[in-house]
């Protein structure tokens, strides 16, 4: 180690005097005029001598000092010397692997965690100061290790150096530190490699893997029993698991003792994606929920280039339109793809195809025609009113309307999101509210409070206090109305929708703004409102006879239909009316206006909206009757045959056995009476 110093820096050392004129005359003496001991520092008029010069106590602690201030020194960017290294190193045969094949070496580093990786550059942080002694102080390479391990276990290294020490072991601990030995090892690996990425698969420690779970050789038979769409349990399944491993191990002892215990079991569950997890236990959405979907990028799409609509029960109670009875109504909304924005709505009983149409009449009627209505293929979507292709509305309007693949939500999950906010925020602004997130109890008893109400009124009696509060919590259907208009022009004008692009102030757009910033570049295709009033009216075909036809159940007449006597025609119909129908030709031509005339079914006219209420009530008539069939059978239910007769006797060979004293049966009591004298004769 080459250490120079002048008098004025050997002030303060043991050995030596005070005064600075005294330590030049004492080192003088000590260089003895020796230039290889003595000489003028550069740039200056003093001299400065070299630390042989200096007593044995004062020369270690000025080697002392010096170390420590190389070690605190900033490593600006400091390399070793590869030359010398090199040529004393062998290359290992794991480096000479990763060197023909680069992928083995991206592999390993790849694989790393953050404990090794900070492990592996606490490591060469220590190799790189080891090797900066060894270059900058002189000192040997062992001796600089064996410094550096010295003054990590006296824990007195500069405080980045020492967290470095504590980081280096892979397992720490209390009694854990620096040893030479390891060093010296990671100071061999460093100068094994020759860029980053070999030093870091090098000195980065190595850990226990868990073993894969495929590797695990009870796992199939485990899966085996836990894999059903029952949904039972992971006890459940690991009793099966315990019967069938027995059956297996029946003749083997040792592996009967070595049954895997059902906390085993929950660890190598916990290590399976939750889809491999659940493969195998539930099927259709739930099992595409888990898995990949491709987003769609709805910026691409125009304004009402896409409505996207889905019906949805409330979970409410509310007063029936028509007589007034507690039932939970059916909501229908039409958003729009692209801007989020909805732009049509109904309620109705029930999910059908006259609500669907009032939705997107409304959406029209307000903001234009689609090109394309995307919904589910539930009844009331795909209707033939709605999509039979000639007469359908959605075909005559021009509209396409592709649907979504049964058991697949998740391809309509715009609508589906807006279903779970929007009728429930609705629907808990009222007493009969009855979703997830009300109160059971409270729920239950406001219910029954209500049905009480209900048949009290039934029965003419007089309501007491409870029935009078109950029933005044029951919603009317126009207050649900209101409650409706306003829930959705709130959503529109007021919710920041945070799939929307951002505004210059940060925020997002909301459904209303964005559409109103887009509809200026935009082609909007509206409906007069003759066309709104003839579009949409349902249409169907039927056959033109002598002037009359027929549509349900009842008949309409003109003169021009005798034009088109036997062929095939449109009658198109308004749901509220049933007085007149407006019959075409297929390809749209106008014909006439029928008018409902001597009707030998009805003594007057049946609108169709009034139709689709008898079909409902048929249909839920229907239900009842079949539940009520299936209480009265539990009245006389089957009797069983606890003891079976013996039919062997029916055998081939056996027909002599039988013995049947039964009466016949006669139509007069004379051929009884001839029939009992020649029984009585025989015996």
Request: hydrophobic letters at 35%.
């Amino acid at each position: 180690m080459s250490i120079w110093l002048t008098a004025k820096e050997c002030a303060g050392l043991p050995g030596f005097p005070t005064m600075e004129h005294n330590i030049r005359n004492r080192l003088d003496k000590q260089s003895g005029g020796n230039s290889a001991l003595r000489r003028r520092r550069e740039g200056s008029k003093a001299f400065e001598y070299h630390m042989d010069c200096l007593p044995e106590v004062a020369k270690q602690i000025v080697q002392e000092r010096f170390l420590n201030t190389l070690l605190t020194k900033p490593n600006n960017g400091f390399k070793h010397s590869l030359k010398t290294s090199k040529s004393a190193v062998r290359v290992t045969q794991e480096l000479d692997l990763m060197r023909k094949c680069p992928a083995i070496l991206e592999n390993k580093v790849s694989v790393l965690n953050n404990d090794q990786r900070v492990t592996a550059d606490a490591r060469m942080a220590l190799v790189v100061e080891v090797l900066r002694l060894e270059n900058e102080a002189g000192l040997s390479r062992i001796s600089a290790i064996k410094y550096i391990t010295a003054k990590a276990q006296s824990e007195s290294l500069p405080e980045q150096l020492q967290e470095c020490v504590s980081f280096a072991n892979a397992r720490r601990g209390k009694e854990r530190t620096l040893s030479v030995r390891s060093l010296n090892g990671w100071v061999l690996d460093y100068l094994r490699g020759k860029d980053a990425a070999e030093r870091l698969a090098l000195l980065a420690p190595g850990y226990n893997k868990a073993k894969p779970v495929e590797n695990i050789r009870w796992m199939p038979m485990f899966m085996a029993n836990y894999r059903t769409t029952h949904g039972i349990t992971v006890a459940e399944a690991y009793e099966g698991f315990c019967l069938d491993w027995q059956q297996q191990y029946a003749d083997q002892p040792a592996m009967l003792q070595a049954i895997p215990s059902i906390h085993a079991v929950h660890r190598a569950l916990n290590k399976l994606p939750k889809l491999v997890r659940q493969r195998g236990r539930v099927t259709g959405s739930a099992l595409t929920a888990l898995q990949t979907y491709v987003k769609r990028d709805w910026s691409q799409m125009p304004v009402n280039g896409v409505w996207i609509g889905d019906g949805h029960s409330m979970k409410m109670k509310v007063q029936h339109p028509d007589h007034g009875r507690p039932f939970t109504p059916e909501i229908t909304l039409v958003i729009d793809g692209r801007t989020r924005f909805v732009v049509g709505w109904s309620l109705s009983l029930s999910e059908n195809t006259i609500a669907v149409a009032d939705a997107l009449r409304y959406g029209m009627e307000r903001h234009g025609v689609p090109l394309l209505y995307y919904s589910d293929n539930g009844a009331g979507e795909t209707a033939k009113l709605l999509d039979a292709p000639l007469t359908g509305i959605l075909p005559r309007l021009g509209i396409e309307h592709p649907t979504g693949i049964p058991g697949n939500p998740q391809a309509r999950g715009i609508i589906e999101r807006l279903n779970k906010e929007i009728p429930a925020r609705i629907a808990r602004k009222f007493a009969t509210y009855n979703g997830k997130l009300a109160d059971r109890e409270t729920a239950r008893i406001t219910s029954r409070a209500i049905d009480s109400a209900v048949n009290a009124i039934n029965q003419n009696k007089p309501l007491n206090n409870v029935q009078q509060n109950a029933l005044a919590k029951l919603p009317s259907w126009n207050q649900l109305l209101d409650a409706m208009e306003i829930e959705i022009e709130s959503y529109n004008t007021q919710h920041r929708h945070s799939e929307l692009p951002q505004r210059e102030d940060g925020k997002h757009f909301t459904p209303a703004e964005y559409r109103e910033s887009l509809l200026p570049e935009a082609e909007i295709d509206r409906l007069s409102v003759v066309e709104l009033r003839d579009m949409f009216r349902p249409q169907v075909t039927r056959i033109a006879q002598r002037g009359w036809v027929k549509l349900f159940n009842n008949d309409y007449f003109s003169e021009d239909l005798i034009q088109v006597d036997g062929k095939e025609v449109a009658v198109a119909f308004d749901i509220h009316s049933a007085e007149s129908v407006t019959v075409r030709h297929i390809d749209g031509t106008f014909i006439c206006t029928a008018i409902w005339n001597g009707n030998t079914r009805a003594a007057f006219p049946v609108e169709y909206i009034e139709k689709v209420k008898k079909d409902r009530h048929t249909r839920r008539m229907g239900l009842n009757e079949r539940k009520a069939e299936e209480i009265n059978a539990e009245l006389n239910p089957v009797r069983t045959i606890e003891h079976a007769p013996d039919f062997g006797a029916l055998l081939q060979g056996q027909s002599e056995k039988i013995i049947d004293d039964r009466e016949p049966m006669f139509l007069f009591e004379s051929e009884r009476e001839e029939y009992l004298s020649k029984k009585n004769k025989a015996v």
